[in-house]
């Protein structure tokens, strides 16, 4: 892929992302963010996205002779992916609505 691309990706996403931010204390949502998904999954996605794309600028060093970078890269994307997924399994699990167990409805 260009670094181009990926850095006007990252440079619209965060635009959209910070006028979602904005509209959002415009709104009465802002009272209410523990239980507004959204506001989750843009953080993971956001957090994920501006430090994948430095690493993809610098990409042409992941070779096995750099065991440096490749070290550093791999562990940068692992600790990057586990806070991206986890955001996103927090914030589904705070904006879970309470079901009945199907043995309650009777």
């Known amino acids: 892929t260009s670094i181009l691309i990926s850095v006007f990706g990252t440079l619209l996403l965060l635009i959209i992302i910070i006028s979602f931010y904005f509209d959002l204390l415009k ?3 802002i009272i209410n963010l523990k239980r507004h998904l959204p506001i989750y999954i843009s953080f ?8 994948d794309t430095p690493l993809s600028i610098f990409s042409h060093y992941f070779k096995a002779i750099n065991q440096n970078y490749v070290i550093l890269k791999t562990n940068i994307l692992l600790g990057v992916n586990i806070i991206m997924y986890g955001t996103f399994i927090i914030g589904f699990i705070a904006c879970a609505k309470d079901t009945k167990k199907p043995e309650e409805l009777n």
């Open 27 to 29: 709104t009465d949502k």
């Open 44 to 51: 993971g996605v956001l957090v994920f996205s501006l430090c």
